[in-house]
Structures are given as C-alpha cells and as structure tokens.
C-alpha cells in the first residue's frame, strides 16, 4: 500500500494559527466535573466551547481563515459564508473585527435569532433555498460574482488550523488527558483537535460522535466510505447535520481518529437536559452529543485516566429549548403522560390524582376526553401529564393502578 501523503499542518504551523487570532477567540473553560464523573464512572472534563464569542467553536475557524486572507491582500472584496446557524455567525464577528464586509447566505427556514444574530454583527443575511446545500450553491454564485472570498465552514487547511486551539488548549490546561470526545459533522472540529493533539500525545484516544440520524462518518474508519445521508433526515443536532464530509479532515480522521460512534436524538436530548442541570450551561444539540455518548456507555471511561468532552456550542433556538427540555426528562423517566380509562362519575377523578399524590408525583396537567369513538359511553378518558423520578416510579404508579382495576396506558404506546 502507497503510503499517506504528509499533511499540510504540523505542530508548529497550529500554534503559529493560534497566534494569529490571540485577543480576538477565548481561550474557553476546561472544567473537572465531579456530578458526571461520579454518576458515570469516569474522570471527566468540559471543554466549553459554548462560552466562546459567539457561542461556539466556529468563531475560531473564521476568524484565523479571515487573518490570513488578509495576510495575503485577498479580504478587500469581502467575504461569503454558507450557513444555518454557527458558521455564519463565525464569520459574520470575524468580519466585523477585520473591517471586512461579511454576506451570508442562510437556508429560508434558518432559525430567527440566528439571522438577526448575523445582521446585528453587520453581515448581509441572504435568505435563499431550502435546503443547506442549497444556500451553500447560492453563496458560491454570490462570491463569484463579487470576487469575494468564499469560506468553507470545515473543509479548508486553514478553517482546521483554526480550530486546532481547542486541542493546544486541552493539552496544555491537562497534560494528563487521556481520551477527548468531539462533535463530528463535517469534520474539521475533530481534525483539528486531533493534529494539535496526536502530535503532542499520540498515546491520547480521540473519538467522533455523530448524530444517528445524519452519520455519513459511520463506516469511515473500517473502509474509507462515506455513507449516504437520507434527503429527509432530521435530527436536534442540526449543527453536525452535514451529508457531504470535507475532504481534508478526511485525511487527518483515517490517520488520527480512533473510533466514531453515533447517538440518537433522545439521548442528545437527555444529554442537553443532564448539562443544563450538572454544570447549569446550555448545549444545543450538536454540543451534547459527546455527553450523549458517555450516557449510553459507548465511550469507555476510566476513574483514573481524565476523558475531556467538548461542548462544541450553545446556541439553542430559544423556541425550541422547553420542547427539548421535556423530550429529554421524558426519554430520561422524568415526564409521563399516562391515559387513564375511568366511569364518569363524580368523585372518580379526584381518586385518581389521590392516587397520584400518593406516589410522590407533580402532575402537569389534566385534559378530560369524552365523546370519541375508542371511548365508550359512559366512561371517559383522562390524560395526565406527570412529573417522575425515573422510568421504575412510572412502573409503580402504573402498577398500581392495575392492581385497583384502573385501566392506563403510556401515550405513545398501544
């Protein structure tokens, strides 16, 4: 077999990047977490990228990308971003700091405070396609047209060497790290931390997370493919939903990267939930699934050996955070909804909450239903939005309600 080309980053050149951008990207947070680390049996660490300006680890790619095109004479038209959130907001702050003129292209439906996020910071905000790819198609037409600089959200050497600082600073605020667990969409995030990493520390395992929904990356360390991507795919995680990997951090991923595992939605949700509560810092979904994959025991951990987790960003869509929060508690055991068959008849409903209460349980809320057809005459059916301890308090309540001849059911189940 021929062997690997050299890669275009050495050690040397990250560190000179990080140069580059110092006093204008922070240098986040490494926090030891005893709740996590006591709950799940491991040494563990945030690295917080969430409380980078701009909420995420993409200001560092951006702004280290506008420096050196700069550097060379090529910012004087501007710069083109494709985006639907962090990357557009990267760029749009990068812009401003340069006194360079910033366009970003954002797909039709991209979230409203993430558009008004990058006009607040001075960029021009084209709304166009429905799709990324699409948005993408059109700010390559518009950097064409303009002969601004198009900037690539992951696949550039450049974008990478930016992103790098996260490792250098793992490292250098841990030396003892010995595992690190990154976000993985199109891949420059988990590249860059593994040049600055393996190159310092080879010994240091490094895995990619992905969302199960969207996981072009699935097969990529046992053949070389990447998977395609179903049109429709959705998943909370929309800042690592990328169907189409960057053909650079390809080449650092085969030779750096030691497993990448995928999680479910329900788990990032619980992931989101269990940040919130544990460190009292707000995760999207695309910034939990490191924790996400700690909860689900697909990343070995080691009381002895610290694991450093990056929250890579925390700009949840305000709109979408309570509807997350309680898909999290439900998937966790924490939120029931219970239906619940009775006569209808005075006093019955007041048994039912007696029982309830007696369970130690909040209820929510209360909705009657009469009249429909899977109902009988007679009886009528009430839903109960309850707030639990766990999966095993829901079974008892439900238990005993058919120990007194009560008939319940999960929603959502048959």
Request: proline share 5%; glycine share 10%.
């Amino acid at each position: 077999m021929d062997a690997m080309p050299a890669l275009p980053l050495d050690l040397a050149a990250l560190r000179a990047a990080r140069e580059r951008v110092a006093g204008l990207v922070l240098t986040t947070p490494l926090w030891a977490n005893d709740p996590l680390s006591q709950e799940l049996g491991g040494s563990i660490y945030l690295k917080l990228e969430n409380l980078q300006r701009t909420g995420s680890f993409k200001l560092r790619g951006a702004t280290h990308k506008i420096a050196c095109l700069l550097s060379r004479g090529e910012g004087k038209h501007g710069v083109v971003a494709a985006s639907a959130g962090n990357h557009a907001h990267g760029v749009a702050r990068a812009a401003r700091e340069a006194g360079i003129p910033a366009t970003v292209v954002m797909p039709v439906n991209a979230p409203l405070t993430k558009i008004e996020a990058c006009r607040h910071l001075g960029a021009t905000v084209v709304l166009q396609g429905g799709t990324l790819e699409e948005a993408r198609q059109a700010a390559e037409g518009i950097a064409a047209e303009s002969a601004a600089n198009f900037i690539h959200p992951y696949d550039d050497w450049e974008i990478i060497a930016g992103q790098a600082g996260v490792g250098l600073e793992i490292i250098e605020a841990l030396p003892a790290t010995a595992q690190i667990v990154v976000p993985l969409g199109g891949g420059g995030l988990l590249a860059g931390i593994a040049l600055a990493v393996k190159s310092q520390r080879p010994d240091v395992r490094l895995v990619g997370v992905q969302a199960d929904a969207v996981a072009p990356w699935r097969h990529f360390l046992a053949d070389g493919s990447v998977g395609p991507v179903p049109a429709d795919a959705h998943t909370i995680a929309d800042g690592i939903k990328v169907k189409a990997p960057g053909h650079c951090p390809r080449q650092v991923i085969a030779r750096h990267v030691d497993a990448i595992v995928t999680v479910d939605d329900d788990t990032i949700a619980e992931a989101m939930v269990r940040l919130l509560e544990r460190t009292r810092t707000l995760a999207e979904g695309a910034g939990a699934v490191g924790l996400a994959a700690l909860m689900r025991g697909l990343v070995p951990l080691d009381a002895d050996r610290p694991t450093v987790v990056v929250v890579s960003g925390g700009n949840a869509d305000m709109t979408l955070i309570g509807r997350t929060i309680d898909y999290g508690l439900a998937s966790s055991g924490r939120l029931m909804s219970l239906a619940v068959r009775i006569p209808d008849t005075p006093g019955r409903l007041a048994s039912i909450l007696g029982l309830v209460a007696e369970h130690g349980m909040n209820i929510r809320h209360v909705e009657h239903r009469r009249g429909e057809l899977h109902v009988p005459v007679g009886m009528t059916e009430i839903i109960l939005q309850m707030e639990t301890r766990d999966a095993a308090h829901q079974e008892e309540l439900i238990e005993h309600f058919g120990r007194q001849g009560v008939e319940a059911r999960r929603m959502g189940s048959n």
